[in-house]
């Protein structure tokens, strides 16, 4: 991961650990009758959804596709 990239470490604990997405499940899959299955989360703090655009990574200051965590957590890095 270049220097542009790193996270500073009190920040870097701030995000939500062992998922691929800038979001957390917080309960199992919901199915109520008429509606598709849904299941509640809690996302990043430092994930912001837009209105015309799919999210943003305040700590990475640029629009992040599908809420993967493109700020390398995911990888370990």
Known sequence: MSEKWRIPRKQKKKIPKDTFYC????????????????YKIEPCVF?????DY???CKLLKCMVMDQVKECG???GY
């Open 23 to 38: 979001y957390t499940p917080t309960s199992g899959m919901i199915y109520e009758e008429g509606k598709l299955p849904y």
């Open 47 to 51: 994930y912001v959804h837009g209105e």
């Open 54 to 56: 799919e999210g943003h």
């Open 73 to 75: 957590i995911k990888y």
